[in-house]
Every structure is written in structure tokens, then in C-alpha cells.
């Protein structure tokens, strides 16, 4: 979940729109769905050692919205899958 809004920095409150600079945030609010449904399905398939897919989905995530989970899961899926 976004803490700031990515336009102006002001603190964000899950609304769809920025208090301070009136942004329309939903895309941003869509794109962070979208990793964590990628992450999701990296998680799954790593559970079934399915290492190639946890990759692919991995990678996924980590390009729409970095994280250390998305980061740390590319790195066991890559060394796991050897």
C-alpha cells in the first residue's frame, strides 16, 4: 500500500486522490495490485519448487513496484533453481 503519494510526497490515505496536489492516484493504486498479485503467485510457486515460474513472476512484481520480498524471492528462485 502506498504510505506517500508518489506525485508530491504527501502522506496518502488510501482515497483515490491526493489530498495536497489533487492527483488521481488510482493507476498507481491499480499497478500496486498488480505486484502483489505477481508476488503472490512467485510465493505459490515456490512452495511447489517451482523455481522457474517463481522467477518469471518474481521479476514480475519487483518491475511494477520494487520490494525487498519481490528482491529476496528472485534471489532464492534463482539459486534454488540451478
Do not use: N, W
Not at 503467485?41 to 514480475?60: F, N, P, V
Amino acid at each position: 500500500m502506498m504510505d506517500v503519494c508518489p506525485i508530491c510526497k504527501a502522506a496518502y490515505a488510501g482515497q483515490g486522490t491526493c489530498h495536497r496536489c489533487k492527483s488521481d492516484l488510482t493507476r498507481f493504486e491499480a499497478i500496486e495490485g498488480d505486484a502483489r498479485e505477481e508476488l503472490e503467485i512467485a510465493a505459490a510457486a515456490m512452495k511447489q519448487k517451482d523455481y522457474e515460474s517463481a522467477l518469471l513472476h518474481g521479476k514480475r512484481s519487483c518491475s511494477l513496484k520494487r520490494s525487498k520480498l519481490s528482491e529476496r524471492l528472485i534471489f532464492y528462485a534463482k539459486a534454488l533453481g540451478k
